[in-house]
């Protein structure tokens, strides 16, 4: 039974995200990094590229990030995006 | 005053005109103002993290950077935040008369930054030297608009064409109060400082810093700056609104209470145009009998 943690996603306008997931894949500035339960407290900045979501119910979500930060803290990853995207919104 | 009917019936059709305008008025902006203090409390979330994560960085010592040094004062830049379209109460008049005290006292010259029509329209026949001006904020809250003032801000701080930058707005307080602020935007330090020392130890928490302490400090910096100014503008259009939907409330009072006096006063004139023919007509006809 993997473990969970919180995922919380900001945007300059609002909150996103904001639930439990049990992985998170993120565009580093340097290449893309996974985050799992329990990682060490972390700050990175933010490249350009996919943010890929586990959630609990083993479905997979995708956004498109471009820019930003994330803080790995306390069991929850808090994610500040410069710009956060669904696929879907793109094609549209 | 008047004894003249039609004058002040007038006056009393003008008066109830006007009343449903700023009843209106008061009503647009208590719903603008729900909108804007949405804005204003969805985007607080973010601006704290990003507070946090800086302290941070500043509690771990590792930081130098050029926009957070501190240097003798000989130059300022004030940035001054109104609003474009008036009968907003005291909104305007108050950060424009705050803003001529400082530009007075100053012992060092001082630029203006002009954000808002009503300060620009101001300013720009005074003998002040306006750096640049957002004459035309459209009442739209943009991250791409806080961007743009506070890139340039950053640039003539960097460029030492000041040597610190102070903002003047409006914070909203709640529906029925804002209090005008002078907040300095650059350098950044005293309060990151301030709350790096208030941050609770974690246990011990050595965070990583990918890619390294500096790319993210070089990161951070003017997103920080730049998130300072969409939150002041937040702030300026909430206690504007709010502003607004004071004054249009006690314009449409004001209304009433002139509509309560005048109707007395024309059924007072009324009364005596309607005794004066009686007796006219009277005395008259008493005339004629003798």
Known sequence: MAQRFRLVVYTQEAEVLNRDVLSVTLPGAEGYFGVLAHHAPLVAALGKGKMVIHETDDSVNEYLVDGGFAEVSQNVLTVLADKLNTAADLES | MAENVKALRRRLRSIRNTKQITRAMEMVSAAKLRRAQAALMAGRPYAAKLKDLLSRLAASGSV???????????????????ADRGLAGAFNAQIIKRAEAYLRESTVPVELVCVGKKGYDYFKTKKVSIRHAVPDLGAKLSIARAQEIGGLLVEAFLAADCDEVVLLYNKFVSTLVYRSEFEVLLPLGSDIKASAEALPIRGSQEFLLEPSPSAVLVALLPRFVSNRIYITLAETFTAEHSARMIAMSGAT??????????????????????????????????????
């Open chain 2, 253 to 290: 009072r004001n209304c009433e209470e002139l509509t309560e006096k005048l109707t007395l006063k024309m059924n007072k004139a009324r009364q005596a145009a309607i005794t004066k023919e009686i007796i006219e007509i009277v005395s008259g006809a008493e005339a004629l009998k003798a």
């Open chain 2, 64 to 82: 130098a950077h050029p926009l957070l040094e501190s240097r003798p004062v000989s130059k300022r830049l004030l940035v001054v935040f109104t």
